[in-house]
């Protein structure tokens, strides 16, 4: 799927793209600096933007699914 959208992203123009994968801290002891070593193994650009952000539409659907997932991610 990567493949496809860089051939999309190369065949209409666009210069960018992005992997995702990295948190933003660009430390040594940071969780990431494996994945920022290995992208910038490749000559990749790293740039910060403003991050993404959650907009709930059905905010009871996402109240219940945030609390649930907070008992999953105590029990795993």
């Avoid at 790293?46 to 699914?65: L, Q, S, T």
Wanted: charged share 30%; hydrophobic share 40%.
């Amino acid at each position: 799927m990567q493949w496809e959208m860089i051939n999309y992203a190369l065949n209409h123009g666009i210069d960018r793209y992005n992997f995702y994968g990295v948190s933003g801290k660009f430390t040594e002891d940071a969780e990431d600096a494996g994945v920022v070593k290995f992208k910038k193994g490749y000559n990749a650009e790293i740039i910060e933007y403003v991050g993404d952000f959650i907009k709930p539409i059905n905010k009871p659907v996402y109240a219940a699914y945030t609390a649930l997932k907070k008992v999953k991610d105590r029990i795993f």
